[in-house]
DNA sequence: ATACAGGCTCGCC
DNA sequence: GGCGAGCCTGTA
């Protein structure tokens, strides 16, 4: 493994020798450098079809916690690759490297990188399926290319653990610790100009890493009383008691229920991991932003309604894709608010 | 500075 | 079986 890391210095070294058939642009000689190499080293630079697709909303959309932006593109991992990838219109370029032969996972970096972000959903279609009030139409064009991404179920599941009562700045702090500090460090293409060893991405670490910790070190990952839940199911799904993969056959009520047993989990929780680890796409988590959302938009002149009719209102209403218009509409809030406390701001300043 | 955050759990009615 | 308080800690 030593041996294969040290081998990633090639590319920089690349650039020192000149291509004589390229000439006109000094970046598209470096790339060909690094494809040529990187292709030597099972590292790969692909292009990715991607129409449809925001990239850069879709990683800020609450829904992924761990990538980072990086020059004109973004720096993270699917699964276990790290993984360079930047958006050019309609494509994606991709700097990762291929699973190793004897895999028995493996697949095409193009076709992981496909999956991972939902490339194959039918957006027009789900956009369509949306109820036609104007706070549903306002989203939707808001948030044109969003996509629901498809993240591995134990990578989600204790993300999203330890995501209650937190901000998303620091549900990324938190993951970037637990990657730190149990994760695999794993070499990264960087964006062109860059030296590859600033480039080092952790892998999240597995359930049976988590499960030989402790609380005691967990909480030193800002975890504080999710510590303890996070440990409980890491243990539980470590030991098999907890069969993830096992429970994508199941319907979503008894999915649903299974994770809510988890500790840490509730109906929150357990509807983020359905949609974005399961593919259920009528999940639909209910997180205060929505539900000021739902009461104000939806509900303006009964301040009253109990949280549980808005949970049946808002899986009856929003159809079988409740789960994208729920993302829509709170990437769509959050984004608002947002803007309005830097206007706030910028006016305050003056 | 000091509420408050993308909740869950437990104890109390 | 619904409701409120407590839990940890960083951010705005």
Redesign the pocket.
């Known amino acids: 493994m030593s041996n294969d890391e040290g081998r990633l210095n090639a590319p920089a070294f690349a650039k020192l020798q000149p291509d004589r058939q390229m000439t006109k642009s000094p970046s598209s000689l470096v790339i060909r450098a690094w494809s040529f190499f990187g292709n030597i080293l099972g590292m790969k630079l692909i292009e990715v079809p991607a129409p449809g697709f925001d990239l850069a909303m879709t990683l800020d959309?609450?829904?992924v916690f761990h990538w980072e932006e990086s020059g004109g593109g973004f720096v993270g991992a699917i699964a276990d690759i790290a993984v360079y990838v930047e958006q050019r219109r309609n494509v994606l370029k991709v700097r990762g490297r291929e699973m190793p032969a004897k895999s028995s996972r493996r697949q095409p970096l193009s076709t992981m990188v496909a999956h991972y972000f939902g490339l194959d959903h039918p957006l027009a279609e789900i956009c369509a399926s949306f109820p036609n009030d104007p706070i549903m139409i306002a989203a939707r064009n808001f948030c044109r290319g969003l996509r629901i991404i498809r993240q591995p179920k134990w990578e989600c599941l204790a993300t999203?653990i330890c995501?209650?009562?937190?901000?998303?700045?620091?549900i990324r702090?938190i993951s970037k610790a637990l990657r730190e500090e149990f994760g695999i460090a794993r070499k990264a293409f960087p964006e062109r100009g860059r030296t590859i060893d600033n480039y080092v991405v952790h892998t999240f670490p597995s359930a049976a890493r988590l499960a030989k910790s402790s609380e005691r070190e967990l909480?030193k990952c800002?975890?504080?009383?999710r510590a303890?839940?996070l440990l409980a199911t890491a243990r539980l799904v470590s030991s098999g008691t907890a069969d993830l993969e096992a429970w994508s056959s199941l319907s979503d009520a008894n999915l649903r229920a299974n994770l809510?047993n988890?500790?840490?989990?509730?109906?929150?929780?357990?509807n983020?991991v359905m949609l974005f680890a399961y593919e259920r796409l009528r999940a639909f988590?209910i997180?205060?932003?929505i539900e000021r959302v739902l009461r104000q938009q939806y509900f303006p002149r009964n301040k009253r309604i109990?949280?549980?009719q808005l949970r049946t209102f808002s899986e009856n209403y929003f159809g079988e894709h409740g789960g994208y218009a729920q993302q829509y509409l709170?990437h769509h809030a959050?984004m608002n608010k947002n803007a309005k406390?830097r206007a706030r701001t910028a006016a305050a300043g003056k």
């Open positions: 959309s609450g829904q999203f995501s209650s009562m937190k901000q998303v700045a620091h702090q909480r800002a975890l504080g009383y303890k839940n809510c988890l500790p840490g989990v509730g109906a929150k929780v357990a983020c988590p997180d205060v932003w109990a949280t549980g709170f959050r406390s």
